[in-house]
């Protein structure tokens, strides 16, 4: 997007929003896709009884980082305001997360499954808020309302189910694997906002 007149950091920063949205998007759906099949194969066949191995330890310990991580960029690209409250939030629960994490890994996958859960559905609540907030400024939000509201459906089914003989690392795997798919709709839908914005 080239503009050569800014009226104020306000505008500057509702202008590039978009584009930088869609540029830290696909990085997460990079990541979610690695870290999918890094599970798959290596850990997809743990379930809840099992103890994690070390890969599959250091791959639940970073999912919560990395989310940490995104937020925080994606915090900068949205500005100043209730927004960046709520992402504080996010923050904090996705570092206690990781501490929760890495005392889970030190039991079993029904464990961490548990705090996995648990996880899911307030960053999935959050994740509803925040797009809920941002349709106005930045538009083509609606994957993000789905994704979030899937999360929180996601999370309190792993959590529920986390105990079962049947549950296993596959199963955050396909929970990851539909946030990449909802991050991708979302580079589409905010690609072709911009490109109606600009005609």
Known sequence: MTQTTVTSPASATTATTPSGLRSLHLIRVVFSLIWVALVFTTSASLVSTDRPTVIAAVLL???????????????????????NRVSTVNMALGLATAAAMIIAVFATIGTVLLVFGVWALLSGAIQLVVAIRRRRSVGAQWPMVISGGQSVLAGATIAATSASATSGLSTVA???????FWFLVSVVALSVRARREKR
Not at 174 to 180: E, K, R, T
């Open 61 to 83: 310990v970073v999912y919560p980082l990395w989310d940490v991580v995104a937020t925080l960029l994606e915090r900068r690209l949205a500005g100043t305001g209730s927004t």
């Open 174 to 180: 396909g929970y990851s694997a539909f946030g990449a």
